[in-house]
Antibody
Framework: EVQLLESGGGLVQPGGSLRLSCAASGFTFSSFVMNWVRQAPGKGLEWVSTIGSGGSTYYADSVKGRFSISRDNSKNTLYLQMNSLRAEDTAIYYCAKDIEEALAPDNWGQGTLVTVSS | DIVMTQTPLSSPVTLGQPASISCRSS???????????LSWLHQRPGQPPRLLIYEISNRFSGVPDRFSGSGAGTDFTLKISRVEAEDVGVYYCMQTAQTSRTFGQGTKLEIK
């Protein structure tokens, strides 16, 4: 059974940093495209970042230059390093894996809440 | 970035009746590999999203056959043949044709 477990969320001041982790199990982590998607309170879904199985990375304009996605295939873990955090980054952050045969997120974690506030 | 526009934003439906949600993209979602990367996801309150449909019309594993997807190019539709109580929540279309992925605003399905 595929499991994705996010951690690392919490309260941080504007301008601060956080690193989110997503521990993956139940599939060959190194072979799959992985994503971070966020959802601000009461709002819709916003794609944040994607990392390919080969390590190529992609970012939404809203986080480019501030966030960095990475993966450690030896630990089956996905990361999101978030710097220069702003109030508008407040959201639940979900990690999701793509389906093997297509570009679509088929399994999602339960999410971790990031709150940026003074 | 490709803008995804869903209509309606809210849809009250009667149990057992059909429902339909439209999604329009600002650019064609046909990828250079020939596939069209348009997906539909469903999110119940307090839950993460779950994948329903990928590549316009492919139902994901375990998704009931009352859900169907159709369309081409820039216009797509999700249909529920007979709405059940468990179908309430918000439905999102999502494009992955470009490396910068985008979601629609979401359509809230509620029971009359």
């Amino acid at each position: 059974e595929v499991q994705l477990l996010e951690s690392g969320g919490g309260l941080v001041q504007p301008g601060g940093s956080l690193r989110l982790s997503c521990a993956a199990s139940g599939f060959t982590f190194s072979s799959f495209v992985m994503n971070w998607v966020r959802q601000a309170p009461g709002k819709g879904l916003e794609w944040v970042s994607t990392i390919g199985s080969g390590g190529s990375t992609y970012y939404a304009d809203s986080v480019k230059g501030r966030f960095s996605i990475s993966r450690d295939n030896s630990k089956n873990t996905l990361y999101l390093q978030m710097n220069s955090l702003r109030a508008e980054d407040t959201a639940i952050y979900y990690c999701a894996k793509d389906i093997e045969e297509a570009l679509a997120p088929d399994n999602w974690g339960q999410g971790t809440l990031v709150t940026v506030s003074s | 970035d490709i803008v995804m526009t869903q209509t309606p934003l809210s849809s009250p439906v009667t149990l057992g009746q059909p429902a339909s949600i439209s999604c329009r993209s600002s650019q064609s979602l046909v990828h250079s590999d020939g596939n069209t990367y348009l997906s539909w996801l469903h999110q119940r309150p307090g839950q993460p999203p779950r994948l329903l449909i990928y590549e316009i019309s492919n139902r994901f594993s375990g998704v009931p056959d009352r859900f169907s997807g159709s369309g081409a190019g820039t216009d797509f539709t999700l249909k529920i043949s007979r709405v059940e109580a468990e179908d309430v929540g918000v439905y999102y279309c999502m494009q992955t044709a470009q490396t910068s992925r985008t979601f629609g605003q979401g359509t809230k399905l509620e029971i009359k």
